[in-house]
């Protein structure tokens, strides 16, 4: 067995950076391919924000390690890849510069951009899964617009849900409040929730 498994979706351009940087930096490393599973209890169980690119591997805290840019970066401080993500603070901001415009700038224009055409769905009930069908993005879109305003209103509404019966994820670099009862296929929807509520400004604690 390879010491590092690479959960990926081949059509995927953020698994395609991690599957090119894993070549290049000779890794030792095996693929699994979970198109159409990443919604599944086996996959939840391992990683809950249920994306991929997503590694598994001995040294990490939780076993399990997701987004690409925190995956490169990671299997470069433990194999000391120098040359791909550089110590020295200036050289390694630069890098950081990229992969931060990348995540943070670049992909979510793109996907505003692209996803109506490949018939993923947007906002509210954004962020697809190779698992959704038609049925399962108009719930999302119905789960999202119905919860609309009832989990993020700040620290006192986070701090009730926690006394109910939440579970935190941790998504879009938000704490993320879902209801244990909420079923994998709705979580699209709860997401949409969370990037609405970003992209109009309110408050995420
Ligand atoms: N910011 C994340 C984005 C991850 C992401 O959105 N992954 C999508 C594929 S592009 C995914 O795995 N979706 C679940 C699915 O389609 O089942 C990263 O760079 O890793």
């Known amino acids: 067995m390879a010491a ?19 070549r290049a930096a000779e890794l030792d490393f095996e693929e699994q391919d979970v198109w159409g599973k990443t919604t599944s209890p086996e996959y939840l169980e391992k990683y809950p924000a249920h994306l991929t690119p ?5 040294g990490l805290p939780k076993g399990t390690l997701g987004e ?5 970066a ?25 992969m931060f415009y990348l995540i943070g700038t670049f ?32 719930t999302a879109q119905q789960d999202a617009e119905a919860a609309l ?14 006394d109910d019966d939440g579970v935190v994820a941790r998504i879009l670099g938000g704490l ?10 709705n979580r699209p929807g709860m997401i949409g929730v969370v990037a609405s509520n970003l992209a109009t400004g309110s408050a995420v604690t």
């Open 54 to 58: 997503m590694i598994e591997e001995e």
């Open 149 to 162: 305003g009832q989990f993020f209103c700040g620290p006192a509404a986070t701090d009730a849900a926690a």
């Open 4 to 22: 590092i498994t690479l959960n990926i979706l081949k059509p995927s351009v953020n698994n395609l950076t991690v599957r090119i940087f894993v």
């Open 107 to 138: 992909y979510p224009l793109l996907t505003r951009a692209t996803y109506p055409a490949l018939g993923f769905p947007q906002y509210p009930g954004e962020v697809g899964t190779s698992a959704a069908d038609d049925a399962m993005k108009a």
């Open 68 to 72: 690409s840019c925190a995956i490169m």
């Open 74 to 98: 990671y299997l470069c401080n433990k194999h000391g890849l120098e040359e791909f993500y550089p110590t020295d603070p200036g050289k390694r901001a630069m890098v950081d510069n990229a």
């Open 176 to 185: 993320h409040w879902v209801p244990t009862g909420v079923q994998p296929s």
